[in-house]
DNA sequence: TTTATGGCTGTCA
DNA sequence: ATGACAGCCATAA
C-alpha cells in the first residue's frame, strides 16, 4: 500500500522490538533510516490507532523513562504493561536501559 | 502554499 | 543532579 509514510516504518521497527525490552524513541528513529528524528517516533506513536499490533509501551525516552503523553494514566499503564513483562522500574520510575535496551542483531556489536 | 505543533535529544549553565 | 534552549522534520490545518 504505498504507505508512503514514514510511520509505518517506525511501526515495522517497534513490532520487531521483543517483549520485556525497550527502545528509546532515538534509537527507533536509527533503526528506522530516520538518525536524528527521534520527535517523528513520538509522534507516530501519538497517531497510532486503538487498535494495533503495535507494542508502543516498549518505546521510552532517552532517559529510560515512559513519556507522558497529553493525558495522565497513560504513564502508569505503559509501566504496567512493561512490568508485566519482565521490566523493573527503579523509585523513579525510570529503566535501567543498560540493561533492558534492545539490541537488534548487527554484526554482533553485542556486548 | 505556508504556519503551527509536537509522546525527543543533546548541550550548556 | 535538574532546568532551560535550540535544532531536526513529518503531519495536520
Known sequence: ???HGVYQRIYAVIRRVPAGRVVTYGQVAELASLTG???QVGYAL???PDQND???HRVVNAKGQVSTRSEAGYGAV????LAA???NFDEDDRIDLTRHRWRPRRGG???
Request: net charge positive; aromatic share 4%.
Open 54 to 56: 503495535v507494542p508502543w
Open 85 to 87: 513483562e519482565g521490566v
Open 37 to 39: 528524528h527521534a520527535r
Open 78 to 81: 505503559q509501566r504496567a504493561l
Open 109 to 111: 556489536l553485542s556486548r
Open 46 to 48: 501519538s497517531a497510532l
Open 1 to 3: 500500500m504505498a504507505t
